[in-house]
């Protein structure tokens, strides 16, 4: 079995850079942000993976550069937005790569897994082994964890809208219905048993507002359930949507500037509306919000030490281009 001694800590750190709106809390997370001024003015979202025209040996070399960390069995890479783990037979997904990024990575005759990855719209931390008893072993610390309530991961994500109060937890029963051919997470209040057992589950995320400015915030997210989409619906009921969300935001309506949830049963995803003041700090068109991404990034992962008594060690993930240039937009300064 492989061990999980020689992991390492890979860090940097961003610097904010010049911005027009200045932040009321500053924030500390640690990562690396580019503070060229191409950032903002060259295009709107830097560093965006396009798969239009990549091919299963084209993503395996992109991957190969995207990895943070390789120790052992065990693979670190630092997944761009958009990537799919699993889809359809013939899609484009981390699962179907694996092969092609093992030969990449010089490991050809061993079988990669999945232990741990964020999401298809999120960007981030993909954790690998190629050791099946390293992979059942790093699996058993995350439930163990889940169970005892413990955060393994740490996300970062910028919200139009500053939750109050700016620290806390969310818990909310979701079920996942389905509307207009997309499974959407759907918040049930006072489940019942019978809901728990047809699929309701109930969920737990804390969350920690880092900084603000121009009325967004930079909040730390650690869910401690698993459930599809959990972190986008939580800030929704925060009434705090993540930038570019483009599924959820629309249940977050305004009157006489006064935020409130529209039922989530009958509010279909449409593409997320930004106000004119928060358009220009960010110095986009409303048509170019409709290709803005996700701003969630898994940041921070916990491993198991190397004994029982032993520390848990980290992997940190550097933030995307486009998410510093939003960043720096906004002052959200990090130190």
């Known amino acids: 079995m492989g061990s999980l001694r020689t992991l390492r800590c890979v860090s940097v750190v961003w610097r904010p850079g010049l911005g027009s709106c200045a932040p009321r809390r500053n ?8 503070k060229r001024k191409d950032l903002v003015e060259d295009q709107p979202f830097p560093g965006l993976l396009r798969t239009e025209n990549l091919g299963l040996e084209e993503l395996a070399h992109v991957l190969r550069a995207a990895v943070v960390d390789q120790k052992g069995p065990l693979v670190t890479l630092n997944k761009p937005q958009g990537l799919p783990v699993t889809g359809k037979p013939g899609e484009l997904t981390l699962l179907s790569v694996l092969p092609q990024l093992s030969q990449a990575l010089g490991i050809e005759h061993q079988e990669l897994q999945v232990v741990r990855a964020s999401g298809k719209e999120a960007s981030g931390l993909v954790l690998l082994s190629s050791c099946p008893q390293t992979t059942s072993r790093l699996q058993k610390f995350f439930t163990h964890s889940r169970r005892a309530q413990r955060p393994t991961a740490t996300y970062c994500a910028i919200t139009d809208g500053i939750p109050e109060p700016s620290e806390g937890t969310v818990h909310m029963a979701l079920k996942l219905e389905r509307m207009d051919g997309i499974d959407l997470a759907v918040p049930v209040t006072s489940p019942s048993r019978k809901d728990i057992q047809e699929g309701v589950k109930r969920t737990l995320s804390r969350f920690h507002v ?28 925060q009434l705090c949507p993540i930038l570019g969300d483009h599924t959820y935001a629309a249940r977050v309506g305004t009157v006489l500037g006064q935020r409130f949830l529209w039922p989530a049963e009958t509010t279909k995803p449409q ?7 928060l358009l220009r700090h960010l110095q986009l068109s409303p048509s170019q919000v409709a290709q803005m ?27 995307p281009a486009y998410f510093s240039r939003t960043l720096q937009c906004l002052q959200l300064s990090q130190q």
Do not use: I, N
């Open 27 to 34: 924030a500390g997370f640690g990562t690396e942000a580019r």
């Open 210 to 237: 880092m900084a603000t400015g121009c009325g967004c915030a930079l909040v730390q997210l650690q869910p401690l359930t698993v459930f599809p989409r959990q972190l986008q619906v939580h800030m929704v009921l």
């Open 271 to 277: 593409r997320q509306v930004l106000d004119e003041a």
């Open 293 to 319: 991404p996700l701003h969630l990034h898994l940041h921070r992962l916990l491993l198991p030490g190397t004994g029982p008594k032993d520390p848990p060690s980290e992997l940190l993930a550097p933030l």
